[in-house]
């Protein structure tokens, strides 16, 4: 017996379309976006022959979905992850300068309120992370140079998102002779 699809329905189809598509991020956005469509007519295709309801159970839920198809194109077992790689890339030089600038501002504000002395200044930063920072104190303002990222962090940067998105799994990996062949007799089978 066909069911009506109402807007509602298909609200709660593109609410676990999008679900899934928040999980399958590590695929190839072509691959992704054909997964998307699949399942959005196939549910919306099943919606209006068993109702949504009914539609929504039988595919169970957005995550077990999901690992079916990473599992399917990626294979099983650990991968990488392309989102805590970007995640830990992105955030990283966030914290990092906000805690290095609250760093030298506290340094400046000890300049301003403590002696009231003019002249220059040099504070050697955080060690290993931060250039020396120069303070020039004339008539009570403060301007400041220098501060920057030293090689170390970017070193940390590029090794910190490759560690975190666990990237050398993305990398091609190199077959024996006897893995061509079962994999080969797999694809015949």
Do not use: K
């Not at 609410?15 to 976006?33: A, G, K, M």
């Not at 294979?75 to 970007?86: I, Y």
């Not at 303002?141 to 993305?170: D, I, K, M, N, S």
């Amino acid at each position: 017996m066909p069911h009506t699809v109402t807007w509602f329905d298909r609200l709660r189809v593109e609410r676990v379309v999008w679900s899934l598509d928040q999980r399958l991020y590590d695929l190839p956005s072509r691959t992704r976006i054909a997964h998307r469509r699949e399942v959005r007519a196939n549910l919306l295709t099943a919606a209006a022959e068993v109702g949504a309801s009914e539609a929504l159970r039988r595919i169970g839920g957005s995550r077990e979905l999901a690992r079916q198809f990473l599992d399917a194109e990626l294979g099983e077992g650990p991968r990488h992850s392309w989102t805590a790689a970007l995640l830990f890339a992105l955030t990283t030089p966030l914290l990092l300068n906000f805690f290095l600038s609250e760093a030298a501002n506290a340094y400046e504000q000890a300049l301003v309120t403590g002696s009231h002395t003019e002249g220059t200044f040099t504070w050697s930063g955080v060690t290993w992370l931060q250039s020396p920072i120069t303070y020039v104190v004339q008539h009570d303002q403060v301007t400041h140079t220098g501060g920057a990222w030293t090689p170390l962090v970017y070193v940390l940067l590029v090794g910190g998102t490759v560690a975190c998105g666990r990237l050398w799994r993305a990398l091609p990996r190199r077959r024996g002779p006897g893995e061509v062949g079962s994999a080969a007799g797999g694809l015949a089978g």
